[in-house]
T-cell receptor
């Protein structure tokens, strides 16, 4: 257990559905992240939130919409996804201070878009 | 650009030490060396990090060469559960955490 939880762990959705992924961190960290890992590809950073403010959007399509209501929770709202969006979606958190910053990852949500 | 070079795959016998090398010849003075691993279909797991001194924790040891251009992650007594992809990442806290392709370590009985 890393102190970062994600729900659901598995999700199947159609291209017209709307769903949300949830991440919660119990570590008192001030930064949270969404990553995408497609099959046989390295992790790709999607969004970064520092102190609840979005500081990075890594050219992610607008069909992915993040929300960070407080420093412990992060959501990824999904709508009108495409089959190529099927992937493992990972949440991470870290404490950004000083010259070191270690990210701790959740177990991921495995998404299948039909 | 992941800034590091790692072998694609390695094997290790159970109970033996697994030594995973990483080259980072362009590392700058304020960049740390981080190691993560990812067991199949799980989230990456933080292992250890260091700047220039060797580091040890309950999971592994990190040996960094004096010129900091390379490092080795050592799992002293590998188990089957250590089978995973191991990522060596060089960064300072203003960098993104960029995962390359890593080293696929297979521990066999």
């Amino acid at each position: 257990e890393t102190g970062v939880t994600q729900t659901p762990r598995h999700l199947v959705m159609g291209m017209t559905n709307k769903k949300s992924l949830k991440c919660e961190q119990h570590l008192g960290h001030n930064a949270m992240y969404w990553y995408k890992q497609s099959a046989k590809k390295p992790l790709e950073l999607m969004f970064v939130y520092n102190f609840k403010e979005q500081t990075e959007n890594n050219s992610v399509p607008s069909r992915f919409s993040p929300e960070c209501p407080n420093s412990s929770h992060l959501f990824l709202h999904l709508h009108t996804l495409q089959p190529e969006d099927s992937a493992l979606y990972l949440c991470a958190s870290s404490q950004v201070e000083g010259n070191q910053e270690t990210q701790y990852f959740g177990p991921g949500t495995r998404l299948l878009v039909l | 650009d992941a800034k590091t070079t790692q072998p694609t795959s390695m094997d290790c016998a159970e109970g033996r030490a697994a030594n995973l090398p990483c080259n980072h010849s362009t590392i700058s003075g304020n960049e740390y060396v981080y190691w993560y691993r990812q067991i199949h279909s799980q989230g990456p797991q933080y292992i250890i990090h260091g700047l220039k001194n060797n580091e040890t924790n309950e999971m592994a040891s990190l040996i960094i060469t004096e010129d900091r251009k390379s490092s080795t992650l050592i799992l002293p007594h590998a188990t089957l559960r250590d089978t995973a992809v191991y990522y060596c990442i060089v960064r300072d806290n203003t960098d993104k955490l960029i995962f390359g392709t890593g080293t696929r370590l297979q521990v066999f009985p």
